[in-house]
Nanobody, 123 residues
Framework: QVQLVESGGGLVQAGDSLRLSCAAS????????MGWFRQAPGKSKEREFV?????????NYADSVKDRFTVSRDNAQNTVYLQMNSLKPEDTAIYYC???????????????WGKGTLVTVHS
């Protein structure tokens, strides 16, 4: 059974940093892109793409987080990370880990989702 388990969310002040982790298990993730989406509490629209990293290390970022967030992965540990710096109140959301056997993630090609971890940024 494939599982993606996020950790590291919490309550912080604007300007603070957080590091999210996602541990994947249940299969090999060779060739999989992994990354992060988010959804603000109470919002019904589709999850917003945040960042992704391909198996070979190529990264993509949403414009809203470029230069503040950094995605990385440890292929040996099947783990993907999201370092979030200079957090803003508008970054408040549930952050979901995702994986797909593609070069770059988008909402429609995700094979596996985690259950999410809540990040709350107070002004």
């Amino acid at each position: 059974q494939v599982q993606l388990v996020e950790s590291g969310g919490g309550l912080v002040q604007a300007g603070d940093s957080l590091r999210l982790s996602c541990a994947a298990s249940g299969r090999t993730f060779l060739g999989y892109a992994m990354g992060w989406f988010r959804q603000a509490p109470g919002k019904s629209k589709e999850r917003e793409f945040v960042a992704s990293i391909a198996w070979g290390g190529r990264t993509n970022y949403a414009d809203s987080v470029k230069d503040r967030f950094t995605v990385s992965r440890d292929n040996a540990q099947n783990t993907v990370y999201l370092q979030m710096n200079s957090l803003k109140p508008e970054d408040t959301a549930i952050y979901y880990c995702a994986a797909a056997r593609v070069a770059a993630l988008n909402y429609y090609n995700v094979d596996y989702w985690g259950k999410g971890t809540l990040v709350t940024v107070h002004s």
